[in-house]
């Protein structure tokens, strides 16, 4: 199949979907999934591993943020790369609890963003995630970062369960 004819289907997909970014749309689709709960275990256990309480996503890195592709035509093979501690985040909390993606110049400060407790843009322990403003985003950059214990939040346990 043609580039073009892949851009094609991806766009057609696109405006089916109800987000303001491709990303976006991706990860709702793979949260709608039946087995959503089982792809962010498959996910953390294939494509990360445990390091001190971070667990690192372990494959595709892109500026220091994990990276993964969504195939949104199985036929096609038409996919979409999102970063990864979204799509975990995501996965893990709901689509509806995760910040838009859409990015602009000159946006407001409190704009929502998604926020790396531990500090690692690799990071994709959903315990080490937060929803902050740009402006409180902003402020922590550079500050040396203390993930929260693994007892709060929802973690995953060494059993492969999700827990609370």
């Not at 035509?73 to 995760?98: C, P, T, W």
């Not at 007892?151 to 492969?160: E, K, P, W």
């Amino acid at each position: 199949m043609t580039q073009r004819k892949r851009h094609g289907i991806l766009m057609d997909w696109f405006q089916s979907r109800e987000q303001e970014s491709m990303c976006d749309a991706a990860i709702a689709y793979a949260c709608e999934q039946d087995n959503s709960v089982e792809l962010m275990m498959r996910l953390l256990n294939e494509k990360a591993e445990q390091v001190g309480d971070c667990l690192i996503w372990n494959k595709s890195i892109d500026k220091g943020y994990g990276r993964h592709s969504i195939r949104i035509d199985l036929e096609m093979k038409v996919s979409v790369r999102v970063q990864a501690h979204r799509l975990i985040y995501a996965l893990s909390n709901g689509f509806e609890a995760l910040p838009p993606s859409k990015r602009q110049h000159g946006q407001p400060a409190d704009q929502l963003v998604l926020d790396h407790l531990c500090g690692n843009r690799a990071c994709v322990q959903p315990a080490h995630f937060q929803v902050i403003t740009m402006s409180e985003n902003a402020s922590l950059q550079g500050q040396e970062r203390i993930a929260p214990p693994l007892s709060f939040g929802r973690v995953i346990a060494t059993s492969g369960e999700l827990v609370a």
